[in-house]
Structure formats: C-alpha cells, structure tokens
C-alpha cells in the first residue's frame, strides 16, 4: 500500500502500531479518534454531517476531474447536438454573463463574515474550523420541500457520476436482492414523502409570506 497522510492512522486502527517518536504517536492517537475504518476504507467521523470518506492523492484528483471539468459542454458538443437532432428536439443555448460578478461576490462575502462572527463569539482563532461549515451551507442547493426532486419522483435517491469510480460505502456493499426490497419499500412510502414534502413546503412558503409583510407598512 502506497504511503500517504492516512497511513499513519490506518495503522493504529488496524493493528495499534505507533510511531516511535511520543510527540508523534500522541498526535496519531488523537486524530484517530476522529475516524473509522469501514471495511478497507477510512471514514472521518461527523457529529451533525454524513461521515467524509477520505481520499489519497490520485482519488482526490480524479473526483475533482469528475466535478469540475467540462462541467458544462457535455450539453454543447457535436454528439449530443446529434442526438437531440435525431429525436427532433430543438435546443436553443444561451451564454452565461454575470454583469454585476462583483457585487455579488462582495455580499456573499459580508454573508459569511457575519455567520463566522455569529458561531465563534469570542473564540476567534477557530474560525479555520468554523469556515467548512459556512462555505457548506452557502454552497448547498437548499429546497423548499428539503428533498431531491429525483427522490420525489421515482422514491429513492439517484448516484451522481463521480460514485462510479470513487464508490461509496453502500455501493461497495451492494446487494441485488435486499436492494429490491428496499426499493419496493421506498415505493410504498413514497406518497407519505410527497406529503410531507408538500407539508413542508407549505411551512416554509407562509414564513417568507409573515416575513415579507412584517416589512410592509399600512397606509
């Protein structure tokens, strides 16, 4: 096995080996304590987040390569224009121009700055901690009905691409006949999904409605 930053804490999970050095060892223990082995894979633990799966070199680059490149002109190449052609399906594409780029980057800025000071008080020097948590929460999709369209309409949740080559835990402990099961149990349930999602998104459309009256004034 290749020796990376995760070494050092597989080895201790796995077989209690330290590094000779004490300073080194109590360092070891005490990140190790934030993580767990999950088969042959390393998991860091979270207390409100779903466990981060770690990842050495190579397989953060190709997740990276996954996410971001070409992201965008799969829509646009000569194949996929084939494709739509071949299924008579006009497709008008629109270039993307952000005018006020600044501004708007400016105010996502003074957005973050004030949830720092918000959660740090006056522990100032963990804001290196607190910051994942923030850029977390700008950089999530939020919804009204706090579910994936996809899970709405076919009951289960869809695998983005990036999990074909970089598979999560429950990918890579796969089984076909307890997966047909559970997917004839999400079915059954899925109405009870929709409701509470419509529930859900009934709540949150009347709190905008009090919050954008309370700033009305009555003539």
């Known amino acids: 096995m290749p020796q990376n930053w995760m070494t050092p804490i597989i080895q201790y999970l796995t077989y209690k080996i330290l590094p000779n050095d004490q300073a080194s060892a109590k360092k070891v ?10 088969g042959n894979e390393l998991y860091k633990r979270e207390i409100s987040t779903p466990m981060l799966k770690c990842l050495d070199e190579d ?4 997740v ?4 971001h490149e070409d992201n965008g002109l799969q829509f646009t190449d000569c194949r ?10 006009k497709h008008r594409v629109t270039s993307v121009e952000h005018p006020q780029t600044n501004v708007q980057a400016e105010a996502a800025n003074k957005v973050i ?4 000071r918000r959660r740090l008080g006056s522990a100032k020097g963990e804001w ?9 929460a700008q950089c999530t999709p939020q919804t009204a009905t706090k579910e994936t369209p996809f899970r709405l309409t076919y ?4 695998m983005v691409p990036v999990e074909i080559g970089e ?3 429950q990918r890579q402990n796969f089984q076909e006949s307890t997966n047909d099961e559970s997917l004839a149990v999400n079915l059954d349930l899925l109405e009870e999904v929709r409701g509470q999602a419509a529930i859900v998104a009934e709540a949150s459309k009347r709190i905008m409605s009090r919050k954008f009256n309370s700033k009305i004034k009555p003539r």
Request: charged share 25%.
């Open 167 to 169: 598979p999560l835990f």
């Open 29 to 38: 223990r005490m990140q190790a304590a934030k993580y767990i082995l999950l």
């Open 80 to 89: 996929f224009n084939e494709f739509l052609e071949g299924l008579h399906i």
């Open 64 to 67: 990276i390569r996954k996410i």
């Open 155 to 158: 009951g289960t949740d869809a």
């Open 113 to 116: 700055l004030h949830e720092l």
């Open 128 to 136: 290196v901690k607190r910051l994942p948590e923030i850029l977390w």
């Open 59 to 62: 397989q953060a680059s190709y």
